[in-house]
């Protein structure tokens, strides 16, 4: 379905996320010889595609055969999703890669300051309360540690936005119903969509939780159909009084 109403985008727009983080930590230029590898949390990552994506990259691209993924996800469902598409790749039976029932909101079993990279795709936006999970990555990243979402967003192009919108509010629920036998669930989509914050106010979000901001603090993917946010864990107090 994810294929059909994108026209496969959404395949590229993960492929841009993957290779913009660089997950990995590459032996012939890393500085801290101790420290093996990347420990990135995805979560909502219920089907794996950014999971498999970054081991994938850490691997071939960096050379990286000990970044780890935990992948979590409220739905245990779409875990088990995940975990039948994991045995098509090399991390089925690796310490590399694990599933987790959790909340975004609550991931009490992460301890504080473990996790090198927090990715959310196309999850944030279905979250009860963003703003708690927000902090709860903030607890969990260490300090210089990053978070990354991807997440649909506000098109800027007023004509486009116009084409957009008669596109996404008729075309996808037909297209649920036919595909899917699911009219209401891709209703609501396109409203979940409607109502997620825009790029400035998600940033603002980013940035209450405690968050440093790098640059504008977001990339538009596709005239901002998408977008990419980051926010960098602040690594010392002094960066904390200047955010
Ligand atoms: C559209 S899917 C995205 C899956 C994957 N990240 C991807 O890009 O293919 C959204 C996921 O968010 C999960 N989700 C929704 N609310 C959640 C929460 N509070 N905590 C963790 N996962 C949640 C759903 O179970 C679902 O698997």
Not at 51 to 80: C, E, R, W, Y
Not at 179 to 200: K, M
Request: proline share 5%.
């Amino acid at each position: 379905m994810n294929d059909l109403m994108s026209l496969g985008i959404h395949r590229l727009w993960k492929d841009h996320f993957i290779r913009n983080l660089n997950p990995g930590r590459n032996p012939l230029t890393s500085h801290t010889a101790q420290e093996k590898g990347w420990n990135i949390l995805d979560i909502a990552g219920g089907t794996g595609d950014i999971a498999f994506g970054m081991l994938d990259h850490a691997s071939t691209v960096n050379n990286d055969a000990h970044t780890k993924v935990t992948v979590a996800d409220i739905n245990p469902q779409m875990l088990a999703e995940g975990r039948k598409r994991a045995l098509a790749t090399p991390y089925a039976r690796s310490d590399r890669l694990t599933f987790v029932e959790a909340n975004a909101e609550k991931l009490d079993m992460i301890p504080d300051n473990s996790i090198d990279l927090y990715t959310v795709a196309f999850g944030i936006r279905n979250f009860t309360h963003k703003d708690v999970a927000l902090r709860e990555a903030y607890r969990v990243l260490k300090p210089g540690g990053v978070f990354a979402c991807l997440e649909f967003s506000k098109v800027k192009n007023p004509v486009f936005d116009a084409i957009y919108k008669r596109w996404s509010f008729s075309a996808i629920p037909l297209i649920g119903q036919l595909v899917a036998g699911d009219r209401d669930s891709y209703q609501y989509l396109v409203e979940s969509i409607e109502r997620f914050p825009s790029q400035t106010e998600f940033r603002d979000m980013i940035k209450d939780a405690g968050f440093m901001i790098p640059g504008q603090g977001w990339e538009d993917l596709t005239d901002g159909i998408a977008a990419i946010h980051k926010g960098v864990k602040p690594a010392s107090l002094q960066q904390v009084s200047e955010r």
